[in-house]
């Protein structure tokens, strides 16, 4: 079975602080990988996605970046957070395109980022 | 307009209770349709997908009106398990792109 793991689980950053957000699938290959922000009691915002190694797509311009170094590794970055930054950082995951399938995402446990 | 719209809520219902909720869509030409589940301080995690049929799983029920561009949530016998908000997610394009809706909050309540 697949399951998606993320790290660190909560994580209090001064502003002007890096960041380094990973997330790791287990148990398939070549998934599409995705990185969401939900802010306090709000949706969830498409941040980045993945359609393979080295290949990442922005949805919205910030000071965050996202890295794919492995199949099955999703990192989210960051060279200095803003107090904006703060949030629930998922990741997830779904089939590639390539095979069938519904589009299903499944999420991983999630980061949660207080900026100070 | 929001490409997902969902009443917010929070609606509050009784243990035992059915409640609905409605989404609305804005894309004609999506294809899937999905409806998770998340718990406060959680990830979303899926309910079940909706099929242009209706489907049933339990004590909940999923609907499509494709013409109205709405899907709805119908949950019976509510439990306070239930309690959560429900997430309305469509796929409107060819890839794995979803659009998630923001939610709509259910408090059971004993």
């Known amino acids: 079975s697949q399951t998606i793991h993320q790290w660190p689980a909560t994580l209090v950053q001064p502003v002007g602080s890096p960041l380094s957000l990973e997330c790791t699938v287990e148990?398939?290959?070549?998934?599409?990988l995705y990185w969401y922000r939900q802010a306090a009691g709000r949706g969830l915002q498409l941040l980045f996605y993945?359609?393979?190694?080295?290949?990442i797509s922005s949805e919205v311009p910030q000071n965050l970046s996202a890295s794919r170094p492995q199949d099955r590794q999703f990192i989210l970055s960051s060279k200095k957070l803003l107090l904006s930054d703060s949030g629930f950082y998922l990741c997830?995951?779904?089939?590639?395109?390539?095979?069938?399938?519904?589009?299903?995402?499944?999420f991983g446990p999630g980061t949660r980022l207080l900026v100070l | 307009r929001k490409e997902v719209e969902q009443d917010p809520g929070p609606f509050n219902v009784p243990e035992g209770a059915t409640v609905a909720f409605n989404c609305t869509y804005s894309?004609?030409?999506?294809?899937?349709f999905f409806w998770y589940r998340q718990d406060c301080r959680k990830e979303p995690k899926l309910l079940m997908s909706?099929?242009?049929s209706g489907n049933e799983d339990g004590r909940f029920t999923a609907q499509l009106n494709r013409a109205s561009q709405y899907i709805s949530l119908l949950i019976r016998d509510s439990k306070l398990s239930d309690s959560a908000t429900y997430l309305c997610?469509?796929?409107?394009?060819?890839?794995?792109?979803?659009?998630f809706g923001g939610g709509t909050r259910l408090m059971v309540k004993p």
């Open positions: 909706v099929y242009s």
């Open positions: 993945s359609v393979g190694i080295g290949q």
């Open positions: 997830a995951w779904t089939r590639s395109i390539m095979t069938s399938g519904r589009g299903t995402q499944y």
């Open positions: 148990g398939t290959s070549n998934p599409n």
């Open positions: 894309n004609s030409a999506s294809q899937s």
């Open positions: 997610v469509v796929n409107s394009d060819a890839g794995n792109m979803l659009t």
